[in-house]
């Protein structure tokens, strides 16, 4: 059979396809590996911090460091522990808990069933959420009347809501003040329903927001047109536009669902929900290498599983267009965006000036125990913290610092995202097993490494961050190279360059840009997370999440000690989407660029 140029063809989707399984057998093994040396990258003696979890109150004498690891087997080495654990394995075995004494598989399984529950709760949300995000442009692109681009400002403003604050403010109202949800422990469906509101709302906001940005270029294409043309229902469109914009958007699903299994800790910890994110990253905190490697085994399996079926599933999508080359290309069209958009990012801007000047007039370290929790006043806009130190102050000193390392963690991302996503010879099934490694647990193996600072966090980002956006370049770049102009060009004799450069390119880089401003706010959160756990930004540092996280606590008592640094972390979300959606967008290639009143567009 004949392969269109620039199509797949069947042989070398096999060869993808083993090549990927070898991609993911080889990261899963390094990863397993590296778990199996963080007591010893930590510099400290893994003995010792069994023993004080075991009993925090038991001298640790040599004699009794001794009898830890003759009875552990320290003394053979990390490699040979992971050798004796894999061969147990292999019998059904995942070993005994270093610090508990009680076998392992039990434990990780009843923390996997409570999270794959939470998972389908969180997930039915997300999809919920990332419907009411898009239900705009699915409406008017529908019935032909999209005459301007969303903005994005409401998907960026969700994002941007730090899940733990949403799950602590969620258990007080719904659970603690009207009654109407529990608040803490896992007992029934109606424990699942506050815990899958936190996780899935600013999912949903991601999903629907990358939807929203894709939708136009499908109602632009011609078959959209001719059925409005020939009368076909509104929801029949949408329904086969969702079906053309959704493989471009799977990709993102599956960094968001291990995001729910193995990054929940924080909210798992305010529902006082045994998950599988808290046990893994206990375990960490605990050197319990057993309980560590199986829960990360665990991970690694959910995720190359949930990897193939969204593939499987972006294939089907797609059809046999994908194989045989024949796949139109998605183009955004050069939509305006309205004025009250450009007038909220000025609003956004405006209001972040006068924070971030206001605040830096003054001292962000002066402490006054006798101002303590005080509300918004004249004398302290924002109010204070409970050391009594004013939150202006510390969220205008604080604002260039999350700022600047917020970016460079989203610029080295989505860079390093974009080249192994341009080569997928090399990152097939790398992709999908560093999706699984929750942001916490890198953190740990970074930080044992390089020591807690800002630095060290940023890094831990940067290594589990990149992986959204190759998935996301591996997939747009599939579709596009199996699309008709790029088989044209090949066979007009376009090398490879050329058509990387004027045709993969100007089609990749735009979603891009946007994935990267809606996950601006996570990055911020990542961090103020690892701050909060010691590994990152150290106090009194006042940085926007560090400020989130070691006020939360505070949030039923004196609300304005969160509500002030989040609602900057927001302005600065909506300032970034609404102000990246607002610069020219190049024309299609092939399609004449649209003149308005004496000018092009």
């Known amino acids: 059979m004949a392969v269109t ?41 893994p003995a010792l911090t069994v023993l004080r979890t075991r009993s925090a109150e038991q001298d640790p004498t040599p004699e009794a460091l001794a009898a830890v690891r003759e009875q552990l087997g320290l003394d053979d080495g990390p490699l040979a522990l992971l050798g004796r654990w894999l061969g147990g394995l292999a019998r059904g075995d995942a070993g005994t808990s270093w610090v508990s004494g009680e076998p392992v598989l039990p434990d990780v399984a009843a923390a996997f069933g409570i999270s794959a529950t939470l998972v389908l709760g969180a997930l039915l949300v997300t999809a919920l959420v990332a419907g009411a995000v898009c239900a705009r442009t699915l409406l008017l692109g529908s019935r032909r009347k999209l005459r301007y681009g969303g903005a994005g400002g409401v998907a960026a403003l969700l994002a941007a809501l730090p899940k733990f604050l949403l799950a602590s403010t969620l258990a007080t109202v719904f659970g603690v003040g009207l009654g109407w949800l529990p608040s803490s422990g896992w007992d029934g469906p109606a ?21 929203e940005q894709a939708l136009p270029a499908a109602f632009n294409e011609p078959w959209a047109r001719t059925w409005h043309a020939a009368g076909f229902p509104p929801g029949h469109t949408a329904r086969h536009a969702l079906r053309r914009t959704l493989p471009g958007v799977l990709p ?4 968001t669902l291990v995001a729910l299994v193995g990054g929940a800790v924080a909210v798992e910890k305010i529902f006082n929900i045994p998950g599988l994110g808290r046990l893994v990253l206990d375990a960490a905190v605990a050197q319990d290498l057993p309980l560590l490697q199986a829960g990360t085994l665990t991970l690694i399996l959910l995720g190359t599983g949930a990897g193939l079926a969204l593939g499987g599933l972006r294939r089907a999508l797609l059809g046999p267009a994908l194989r045989d080359g024949a796949l139109p290309a998605l183009h955004r069209p050069p939509l305006p965006v309205r004025r009250r958009v450009r007038y909220a990012a000025g609003a956004c801007a405006l209001v972040l000036v006068v924070l971030v000047t206001a605040g830096a007039l003054r001292d962000p370290l002066h402490v006054d125990t006798a101002a303590r929790l005080l509300p918004p006043s004249a004398a302290h806009p924002l109010g204070t913290d409970a050391l009594g130190r004013d939150l202006l102050a510390r969220v205008g000193h604080g604002a260039l610092r999350t700022a600047l390392v917020a970016l460079a963690v989203t610029a080295v991302s989505a860079l390093a995202g974009v080249l192994l996503g341009l080569a997928p010879r090399v990152s097939a099934g790398l992709t999908d097993v560093v999706a699984t490694l929750p942001a916490v647990l890198a953190g740990l193996l970074v930080t044992a490494v390089t020591g807690p600072s800002v630095y060290g966090a940023a890094l831990a980002v940067c290594v589990v961050g990149w992986s959204p956006y190759a998935a996301q370049t591996a997939a747009l770049l599939e579709q596009e190279r199996a699309s008709g102009h790029v088989a044209a060009a090949t066979a007009l004799g376009a090398g490879r360059r050329q058509v990387l450069r004027r045709h993969l390119l100007p089609a990749l880089l735009p ?9 601006l706010p996570t990055a911020v959160l990542v961090l103020a997370s690892l701050g909060f756990l010691g590994l990152g930004e150290q106090p009194p540092a006042p940085e926007w999440g560090r400020l989130l996280s070691e006020n939360q606590p505070y949030a039923e008592l004196a609300p304005w000690t969160v509500l002030g640094p989040a609602a900057a972390l927001a302005l600065l979300a909506v300032l970034a989407v609404t102000a990246g959606g607002e610069g020219p ?9 649209r003149v308005t009143k004496g000018r092009r567009a």
């Open 5 to 45: 140029p620039g199509a797949p063809g069947r042989a070398p989707y096999r060869r993808v396809v083993w090549r990927a399984g070898a991609g993911r057998l080889a990261a899963g093994a390094a990863l397993l590996v590296t778990v199996a040396l963080l007591p010893w990258l930590s510099r400290t003696d």
């Open 191 to 211: 424990s699942m329903v506050l815990p899958a509101l936190a996780l899935g709302v600013p999912s949903g906001a991601m999903i629907g927001g990358l939807l």
């Open 252 to 255: 993102q699903l599956l960094p």
């Open 511 to 519: 979603p891009l840009l946007r994935n990267a401003l809606l996950r």
């Open 585 to 593: 967008r190049r024309a299609a290639p092939g399609q004449p660029r």
